[in-house]
Nanobody, 124 residues
Framework: QVQLVESGGGSVQAGGSLRLSCAAS????????MGWFRQAPGKEREGLAS???????TYADSVKGRFTVSRDNAKKILYLQMDSLKPEDTAMYYC??????????????????WGQGTQVTVTS
C-alpha cells in the first residue's frame, strides 16, 4: 500500500508555471507506476501524465508539450512541472499510483491509490 501527499498548488496568471510535488510513503516505490490526474468543477477526472520506474512517460494531448512529469526514486517524490498554464488548466490535481506488476503505466484506468489533491487556479 502507498500513501500520497501532494504540494505545490496555488494561483498563477495565464502563461505562468507551477511545479507540483507528491511524496509517497512506501518501501517499494520503484514497484509503482505514478501519475497525475485532475478534475475541474463539473467535469470528469482526466488522466494527465504517467511515469514508469525507468522514467518512460505518457501524456494526455491536452497537456503534451506544456507539462513534464518526473520522479525521484531515491527520494520517493513525483513531480509535475506545468508551463504555459491556461485558465482551462484550473482544477484539483491528484497524484496517483498503481502497483506495476505486468501492467502498462500508460493505462490511466490502472491507478487505484490517490492523494488528497492540491488546487491549481490559473487566472486570465
Amino acid at each position: 500500500q502507498v500513501q500520497l501527499v501532494e504540494s505545490g498548488g496555488g494561483s498563477v496568471q495565464a502563461g505562468g508555471s507551477l511545479r507540483l510535488s507528491c511524496a509517497a510513503s512506501t518501501n517499494t516505490y520503484g514497484s509503482y507506476c505514478m501519475g497525475w490526474f485532475r478534475q475541474a468543477p463539473g467535469k470528469e477526472r482526466e488522466g494527465l501524465a504517467s511515469i514508469d520506474r525507468d522514467g518512460s512517460t505518457t501524456y494526455a494531448d491536452s497537456v503534451k508539450g506544456r507539462f513534464t512529469v518526473s520522479r525521484d526514486n531515491a527520494k520517493k517524490i513525483l513531480y509535475l512541472q506545468m508551463d504555459s498554464l491556461k485558465p482551462e488548466d484550473t482544477a484539483m490535481y491528484y497524484c496517483v499510483a498503481a502497483f506495476r506488476g505486468w501492467n502498462s503505466c500508460a493505462t490511466f484506468g490502472l491507478y487505484n491509490y490517490w492523494g488528497q489533491g492540491t488546487q491549481v487556479t490559473v487566472t486570465s
